[in-house]
């Protein structure tokens, strides 16, 4: 996974020990993130409809 910034790499075992200690936020995160996907997936049904 890369972040905003190209310079900084995130490896798997940091991002577990971070949801580990950050549940509440991963928690939020994956939430938007489903949100957002919803909401991408309803927008090309929509063009693809149009």
Same mark, same amino acid.
């Given at each position: 996974? =890369?972040? %905003? ?15 580990? !200690? !950050?549940? &509440?936020?991963?928690?939020? @995160?994956? *939430?938007? &993130? %489903?949100? @957002?996907? #919803? @909401?991408? #997936? @309803?927008? %090309? =049904? *929509?063009? *693809?409809? %149009?």
């Amino acid at each position: 996974m =890369v972040s %905003a910034e190209p310079h900084v790499y995130i490896t798997v075992p940091s991002a577990r020990i971070w949801i580990r !200690n !950050n549940r &509440g936020k991963a928690v939020a @995160l994956a *939430l938007v &993130g %489903a949100v @957002l996907a #919803v @909401l991408v #997936v @309803l927008a %090309a =049904v *929509l063009v *693809l409809a %149009a």
